[in-house]
């Protein structure tokens, strides 16, 4: 038996209770979203995503770079 997401909430086999069952059978998954019983979501977890990668060793680079931006805004204005 399959939830409205796809996933098994009650099986023959307990280890796949809770799986997703794309990951237990693709091949039969695939063939209900064909159907249209399910339809496929991309999902992204951002969470840990780090869009701008920030370099540091130490604190010292971040003080050295506040420093350096303030340097040049009084130098443009």
Same mark, same amino acid.
């Given at each position: 038996?399959?939830?409205? /997401?796809? #996933? %098994?909430? %009650? ?8 799986? =997703? ?11 209900? $979203? /064909?159907?249209? +019983?399910?339809?496929? $979501? ?8 780090? =869009?701008?990668? +920030?370099?540091? @060793? /130490? #604190?010292? /680079? #971040?003080?050295? @770079? +506040? ?8 130098? %443009?204005?």
């Amino acid at each position: 038996m399959l939830d409205d /997401n796809g #996933f %098994i909430l %009650i099986s023959e086999r307990h280890e796949d209770t809770g799986r =997703f069952f794309g990951e237990v059978d693709g091949t039969v998954m695939e063939m209900l $979203v /064909n159907s249209d +019983v399910y339809r496929k $979501v991309k999902v992204v977890d951002y969470q840990a995503v780090c =869009f701008n990668p +920030v370099s540091r @060793t /130490n #604190f010292g /680079n #971040f003080l050295r @770079t +506040v420093q350096k931006y303030q340097f040049y805004s009084h130098q %443009i204005f």
